[in-house]
């Protein structure tokens, strides 16, 4: 299960050199959490912000887009240095367009839809994209609890994916920790964003790390996600 941490909780007062301890902890990418205030209640960074990251490591970046009028930012968050960038439907009403303005940007997109929006508004457009995003949370704020009927979700999503053979990465935000990365991982899902689980006061970055890979690994076998 590849690791996706996002510097939403990290200490931005030593935002440099936590990245630099992700990246040495073995991490797969970093997640940007964007909010405006708007679509989600908070407002966090911007493009500026990303580039900061960029420059810091040298992982690929992937900025969740939780905004309104996402595509007025694409080309900033390019130029910043993210390689994939992920859209909400319920932001994006002509969403084939969206996705070819990405695709002509040579960008990896992705897409992700709330809690309870239903999966079966983004199945047509599978085939289409790089990544789709389970939300297992509300969007919008940090340290919440995964939603159990997530697990059911992205089972869901899994079919849908290996239906149509696609190659998409199927990745879950919320509430991932130790105690809830096994759900996430035996429901399909193949990478994890991780806030509060990675960057926090009680462990080291590379202890968190450390301790996600474990847990993952000593997932027991099952098929409830299937069920």
């Known amino acids: 299960m590849k690791l996706s941490p ?14 630099r301890d992700a990246e040495a902890a073995g991490v797969d990418c970093i997640h940007l959490d964007i909010m405006d205030g708007h679509f989600v209640p908070n407002i966090t960074f911007g493009p500026l ?19 309104t009028e996402p595509e007025r930012y694409f080309e900033a968050f390019k130029q910043a240095g993210v390689s994939r960038l992920i859209v909400h439907v319920e932001t994006c009403p002509h969403l084939y367009s969206t996705i070819q303005q990405l695709r002509r940007m040579e960008v990896q997109v992705g ?43 992205i089972a869901a999503m899994r079919r849908m994916l290996d239906r149509i053979g696609s190659a998409a990465e199927l990745e879950v935000d919320g509430g991932i920790n ?50």
Do not use: W
Not at 49 to 57: F, P
């Open 6 to 19: 996002s510097i939403y909780t990290a200490d931005f007062g030593r935002l440099g050199e936590q990245l």
């Open 49 to 67: 912000v990303a580039a900061a990251v960029r420059r810091h490591t040298r992982l690929p970046c992937e900025a969740h887009l939780m905004m």
């Open 111 to 153: 897409i992700t839809l709330n809690p309870l929006t239903p999966l079966s508004l983004i199945e047509e457009a599978l085939p289409l994209v790089d990544m789709v995003l389970i939300m297992t949370v509300e969007p919008g704020f940090g340290g919440q609890k995964y939603i159990p009927l997530s697990t059911q979700r």
């Open 178 to 227: 130790i105690e809830t990365i096994c759900d996430a991982r035996d429901a399909g899902a193949t990478i994890a964003v991780v806030g509060s689980a990675v960057f926090n006061d009680t462990y080291s970055v590379v202890e968190s790390v450390n301790m996600l890979r474990a847990a993952a690994q000593q997932c027991p076998t099952n098929d409830t996600g299937d069920e």
